[in-house]
């Protein structure tokens, strides 16, 4: 299917496409149309992996949000923790002193039915 260099131009790929008539079937004529078709459906491709990107985009978004939301509640969530240990220990230690007190006045008083230390009166 040789044909004359006037009736041929170059396309962008560097491929003949042909200008006028010849053997029909397989010209020439049929490669042009089905170029526009197949770049738009390319482009249609590439539109819809645009928008599949953009959703990820925005899921992301959501989720570093989310994520912020909790750092900035996490120290919120730590001092609800940590100040019941704080009491517990608070009061273990004034619980020990109330003894401690108890003791002593039991020993000063001398009834040792509540005492269950070891101190003496001299303490």
């Not at 770049?39 to 990107?53: F, V």
């Not at 919120?76 to 006045?105: F, G, H, M, S």
Request: aromatic residues 4%; proline residues 7%; positive net charge.
């Amino acid at each position: 299917m040789h044909r004359p260099p006037q009736e041929r131009v170059g396309d962008e790929r560097g491929g003949d496409l042909a200008l006028s008539g010849g053997e029909g079937g397989r010209g020439g004529r049929a490669r042009p149309a089905r170029r526009p078709a197949r770049l738009e459906k390319e482009c249609g491709l590439y539109e819809r992996d645009l928008k599949r990107a953009m959703e990820s985009c925005d899921e992301l978004a959501w989720e570093r949000d989310d994520l912020r939301k909790r750092l900035r509640d996490a120290p919120d969530l730590t001092e609800q923790v940590q100040a019941p240990q704080r009491d517990k220990k608070i009061l273990k230690t004034n619980l020990k002193k109330a003894k401690e007190v108890t003791c002593y006045l039991t020993l000063v008083l001398a009834t040792p039915m509540f005492c269950t230390c070891n101190l003496s009166p001299s303490q």
